[in-house]
C-alpha cells in the first residue's frame, strides 16, 4: 500500500517498504557536495528482467522517497496504489411482454414503497387494457389495483418469477388459515403454485407464494413450532390414534362425537357438538382425518373469533339444496377428502373469475366457475349480461346505447352513451338487448 510518510527504522538507515526493510535513500545532509539535480538509476536483474526507471528529483527527502518508491512500484516490490473499483454490471433488463392473462403473476412498482414488489397477480383486464392486480401486504391485506399498465415505471406491472425453488424449506400458512408450519417445497407447477410437504407429514398441493415465507433451520420460528406446536399436534395425533384400531389415519364422526362428549374434565354439550357437525357438514357416517383435525385444532387455539378464521373449503360436484351447500370436498380440515353438506347459506359472492364463496356461520365453501352441478340461479354464467358490456337500453319508450358499469344478480347499473354519470341507473332484464 502506498505510504505518503515514510516509516524508517531508528537508526534512519531502513525504509519499510509495506511488506519488507530496504535501505533508506540518502538525505540532503548525506550527501551535500551533490548537484541540485541528479539521474537515478535502478536496475533489479531478478524480476522479469532489468527494468530501469529513470526520474529527475530535486535532491530532497520527500522527492527521493517519492522517487525510490515510484521505482518499487514499477518493479512490483511494492503494492501498486488501488484501482478505483469497478462499476456493477448493469440490472439485466426485464422483458415486457405484449400483454398478460388472468392469474399470471406479476411484479408491481409501488410508488409508496419505491421498490418494485412481488407476488402480486393479474385478476381481471379492463376494456381499456388496463390490468386489475391483487398486491399483498402484511398482516394477511391484500389491495387491488384497479388500472395498471405493463412498464417499468413507478406504479406499472411486469413478469414476476417466484423467489422459491423445489427442494427450498419455508414456513407456509397452511390451507390459509393464518397458522405458519415448516415444511419443504416439493414441485412447482405450471401456474407458478407449490406443492408442500410439511415437517408432520401433511401434504398441501396449489400453494400460492403469497402464502408462503423462507425459513433459517435455525431460526427462532422453527424452534418455538418443533418445541410447542408439533408437541401438542402429536400429543393429538396420539390420542386419536388410540381409537384408530385399523391403522387407517381416520376415526369415525361417531367416536369423535363420543370424544367430545363424554371423554375429559370438561365435555362438550351434545347440542354444541350436533350444532358444530352440522356446520363443518359432519354427518356421523363421515370418517375423519385426526391428523388434519389435530392440525386444526392445534392452530385455532388462539382464541380469534370464529369471522375472523372462518374454514375455507375448495368443493366440487357442488349444489344448493333447501338452502344448504352439498358437495364434495378437496381437503376438509376435520373431514379430509369427502362430500360435505353444510349448514343454512349465510350468502354467496362472486369474483371477476365467477368463483363462487358460500359462507356459513363458520365456513367458507369455495366453488370454482365449473364445480357445480347445477349452478345457482344467480351464478355470472348464467346472465346473459356483464359488466363492461355495450348494450340498449329502454328510456320512456326509445332504446338508447348505453354501458353496463355493474352487475347484481338480474340487476344492472348502466350508463347512457354521451350522457353525465348523473343518468346512471339500475335496470333489470326487460329493459335491456343486446347490440345485434
Known amino acids: ?46 524480476i522479469g528482467g532489468d527494468v530501469v526507471h529513470k526520474t529527475v528529483i530535486n535532491n530532497d527527502p520527500t522527492a527521493v522517497t517519492s522517487a525510490v518508491i515510484a521505482a518499487l512500484q514499477q518493479m512490483g516490490m511494492v503494492n501498486q496504489t488501488p484501482a478505483a473499483p469497478a462499476a456493477p454490471p448493469p440490472t439485466p433488463e426485464v422483458v415486457l411482454p405484449a400483454a398478460f392473462n388472468v392469474g399470471d403473476h406479476v411484479e408491481y412498482h409501488s410508488p409508496t414503497n419505491a421498490r418494485w414488489l412481488d407476488r402480486c397477480k393479474v385478476v381481471g383486464i379492463n376494456d381499456d387494457g388496463t390490468y386489475r392486480i391483487e398486491v399483498p401486504y402484511q398482516d394477511s391485506i391484500v389491495q387491488t389495483k384497479h388500472a395498471v399498465v405493463i412498464g417499468s415505471a413507478p406504479g406499472t406491472i411486469r413478469p414476476a418469477s417466484p423467489p422459491f425453488n423445489a427442494g427450498d424449506r419455508v414456513f407456509v400458512d397452511w390451507k390459509g388459515y393464518g397458522h405458519y408450519y415448516p415444511g419443504r417445497i416439493a414441485s412447482e407447477h405450471d401456474d407458478q403454485t407449490f406443492m408442500i410437504h410439511f415437517d408432520d407429514g401433511d401434504v398441501e398441493d396449489n400453494v ?41 389415519g381416520t376415526i369415525s364422526a361417531r367416536q369423535y362425537f363420543e370424544i367430545l362428549t363424554e371423554i375429559g374434565d370438561d365435555p362438550i354439550s351434545v347440542d354444541d357438538v350436533l350444532e358444530e357437525f352440522a356446520e363443518l357438514g359432519i354427518g356421523m357416517d363421515s370418517e375423519i382425518d385426526y391428523r388434519e383435525l389435530a392440525k386444526y ?3 385455532s387455539e388462539d382464541g380469534a373469533e370464529p369471522e375472523q378464521h372462518k374454514v375455507e373449503v375448495v368443493i366440487r360436484d357442488a ?69 363492461g358490456e355495450q348494450v340498449k337500453v329502454e328510456w320512456k319508450g326509445e332504446w338508447w346505447d348505453s354501458l353496463i358499469r355493474e352487475v347484481s344478480g338480474q340487476q ?24 345485434s
Open 1 to 46: 500500500m502506498y505510504m505518503a510518510d515514510p516509516v524508517y527504522s531508528p537508526d534512519g538507515k531502513f525504509m519499510w517498504t509495506g511488506k519488507e526493510w530496504i535501505p533508506a535513500p540518502p538525505s540532503a545532509e548525506d550527501v551535500p557536495n551533490q548537484p541540485s539535480e541528479q539521474t537515478i538509476n535502478m536496475q533489479d536483474s531478478v
Open 297 to 299: 385444532m392445534v392452530s
Open 208 to 248: 400460492e407464494w403469497r402464502r408462503i415465507e423462507p425459513m433459517q433451520e435455525d431460526s427462532a420460528e422453527v424452534q418455538e413450532y418443533v418445541e410447542n406446536v408439533m408437541k401438542e399436534e402429536q400429543e393429538l395425533i396420539e390420542a386419536f390414534q388410540v381409537f384408530d384400531t385399523d391403522g387407517t
Open 319 to 387: 349444489q344448493i339444496v333447501d338452502g344448504k351447500l352439498k358437495g364434495y370436498a378437496y381437503a376438509h380440515p376435520k373431514l379430509g377428502e369427502g362430500p360435505v353438506n353444510s349448514s343454512s347459506i349465510l350468502g354467496i359472492t362472486y369474483d371477476e373469475r365467477a368463483t363462487a364463496r358460500v359462507e356459513t356461520r363458520n365456513t367458507v365453501y369455495v366453488v370454482g366457475p365449473t364445480g357445480w352441478t347445477v349452478s345457482p340461479a344467480d351464478h355470472p354464467f348464467n346472465n346473459p349480461y356483464s359488466a
Open 412 to 435: 344492472y347499473l348502466i350508463h347512457y352513451v354521451g350522457f353525465e354519470s348523473s343518468w346512471d341507473e339500475w335496470v333489470g332484464p326487460e329493459r335491456i338487448q343486446k347490440i
